[in-house]
């Protein structure tokens, strides 16, 4: 048994839309696939920047713990420069203070080297001035005390003396 044919205006009909609802299908396909492919994207920078963000607090993670030891590091320099009754007891204090030091230059330390510098507000601090016609201007004439950056990074502004001139 054949079944009867639709007339024409029937299918015609019909397959505009079928046509019509392929086409939307499509559309919300491609849609789809779009914010797909953007929060697939989206997911990829996020886990980057949290990478960068974990590595740089782990490298930074002992900043504090290294600022907390600068007065100890400061009280071995004043006490080097202290006049020393015993010669042992001199290169005692001397050999404590490399090992602190080369410890902490090792963990990422830097000094800060001001004296004949030009002062640079960012790493300086300057908590006294001087008229000075033998240096330049805005130069660092003393250091009261050292400076130091950590990784890069300012960790204590050094307390410098700044030559000026009138």
Same mark, same amino acid.
Request: hydrophobic share 35%.
């Given at each position: 048994?054949?079944?009867?044919?639709?007339?024409?205006?029937?299918?015609?009909?019909?397959?505009?839309?079928?046509?019509?609802?392929?086409?939307?299908?499509?559309?919300?396909?491609?849609?789809?696939?779009?914010?797909?492919?953007?929060?697939?994207?989206?997911?990829?920078?996020?886990?980057?920047?949290?990478?960068?963000?974990?590595?740089?607090?782990?490298?930074?993670?002992?900043?504090?713990?290294?600022?907390?030891?600068?007065?100890?590091?400061?009280?071995?320099?004043?006490?080097?420069?202290?006049?020393?009754?015993? #010669?042992? %007891? +001199?290169? &005692?204090? @001397?050999?404590?203070?490399?090992? $602190?030091?080369?410890?902490? !230059?090792?963990?990422?330390?830097?000094?800060?080297?001001?004296?004949?510098?030009?002062?640079?507000?960012?790493?300086?601090?300057?908590?006294?001035?001087?008229?000075?016609?033998?240096?330049?201007?805005?130069?660092?004439? #003393?250091? %009261? +005390?050292? &400076?130091? @950056?950590?990784?890069?990074?300012? $960790?204590?502004?050094?307390? !410098?003396?700044?030559?000026?001139?009138?």
């Amino acid at each position: 048994m054949e079944t009867p044919a639709a007339p024409p205006e029937e299918t015609a009909s019909l397959i505009e839309s079928l046509t019509a609802e392929r086409d939307k299908a499509l559309a919300e396909k491609e849609e789809l696939w779009d914010r797909f492919v953007r929060k697939q994207a989206e997911l990829e920078n996020f886990r980057k920047r949290m990478l960068r963000e974990k590595e740089e607090v782990l490298q930074f993670a002992a900043m504090e713990s290294i600022r907390s030891l600068l007065p100890v590091l400061d009280d071995f320099e004043r006490a080097l420069e202290a006049p020393a009754e015993g #010669e042992d %007891y +001199r290169q &005692g204090i @001397e050999l404590i203070y490399k090992r $602190l030091y080369d410890t902490l !230059v090792e963990a990422g330390l830097t000094p800060i080297e001001s004296v004949g510098k030009k002062f640079d507000p960012h790493s300086h601090q300057a908590v006294d001035t001087v008229n000075s016609e033998e240096h330049k201007d805005h130069t660092v004439v #003393e250091e %009261y +005390r050292r &400076g130091y @950056e950590f990784k890069g990074r300012l $960790l204590r502004p050094a307390m !410098v003396k700044v030559a000026v001139r009138e």
